[in-house]
């Protein structure tokens, strides 16, 4: 059988240097490696990471330029809804720490049949308040697919990279690379790379994505997982304030309904949904004393404290197995043996409220409470409702970059 040159997993070299480890220039053409930058290529089924591609593309490509937009997002870890530019925040969900510092892949494991299923539904990540789940990494090669040129190399595109240029001139960095010529804002560092500050990322997402959207990253920003703990609301209006350019009033916007302690993307959409739905704006993250457990303290996603009617967001952490299942079921049961009722919501509810919001409605009308007429998500409005949490029509279209 004949055997190739082996590929060192997460190379990412010029073609004279794969050249000279004797790789055929008629591999370099191959489904083997893929060209990153011109001249520049990678191991398709085991490329460089997200965070070494930004440094070559900062150090060589393109020096000094800063890394911005939806790259940016994913190297903070931000929230991106699984449609945006090509899958790019769920590499960010993935970020491991090694002893090299922290490093973002550029390849997701290949998914099980129910994650696509998932994705159709827009499922967003699981929850930090979630028992934490180890983090999926890319599967090692055989030792056959590293020499047999008979192994099939599965298909892969690479994750855009953004990066922002001064006004004029010419940039080319080759077709995967997004330049976007004005000036870059406010600027951290992350592992070496001179990346937009979360906020000026915020911004930046506000001329591509839909409201819904970005106030999940704003929640995020807010959240007990942000990349700015320590900065507080009003200076990032402020930092909004500064930069008076394309995406400043939608980042404004999304600020504005952002909320602390919002665990998920997914409880971002519920919120929003129930609010646009007539009923009065529910509190995240409840803490109620645990009946079982004195001392103890359990965490309710949203709800109405006064109306003891509490609402749980159901991602698709809750379906990996039995002690999940057992959790879960002990969650419920503390809260409602006290008193409260429980409604919960799938990422399918909040595609289709119906059925979600007329239980809703029950509760407060249970409780004593003015509930919002169900016409207000009856027939076309329960469609229009759903309409404005899901991914727009052009979701399969790429973020193309702002001039």
Known sequence: MPRTTPLPPGALLSRADWIARGVSTQRLS???????????????????SLTAMCHRLQTHVLPGRVISHSTAASLHGLPLPWWFDGGIGLLGERTRRTTQGRITPSRLPEASPDARRGEALHQPAASPRAA?????????????????SFEPTPAWTPPPLHCIVPPGGSHSAGPGVRVHRSHPGQTVSIEGLVVSHPVEVLRQLGTALPLVDLVAVADHLLGEASPVPDLPPVDMREILRREQ?????????????????????????????????GFPEPTPDIVVPDPDAP???????????????????????????????????RRRDAPASVGWDLRYATAADIARPQRFL?????????????????????????????????PPAHAARLARPAR
């Open 132 to 148: 934490s789940q180890p983090a999926a990494s890319q599967p090692a090669a055989s030792p056959r697919a590293a020499s047999s």
């Open 358 to 390: 007329s239980a809703l409605q029950r509760s407060f009308l249970r409780a004593g409470a003015e509930a919002p007429p169900a016409s207000n998500w009856a027939g076309s409005a329960g469609a229009e409702l759903g309409r404005g949490t899901a």
């Open 295 to 329: 001392g103890h303290l359990r965490r309710i996603d949203l709800g109405y404290a006064h109306l003891l009617i509490g609402i749980e967001y159901q991602g698709e952490y809750h379906r990996t197995g039995r002690d999940q299942w057992r959790a879960d079921e």
């Open 30 to 48: 191959g489904p083997d490696l893929t060209r990153i930058f011109p001249g520049v290529y990678t191991p398709t089924a085991q490329p460089a």
């Open 245 to 277: 350019r394309h995406g400043s009033p939608a980042a404004r916007n999304a600020l504005a309904l952002a909320r602390p302690r919002v665990a998920s993307p997914g409880e971002t959409r519920l919120r929003l949904l129930i609010t646009r739905a």
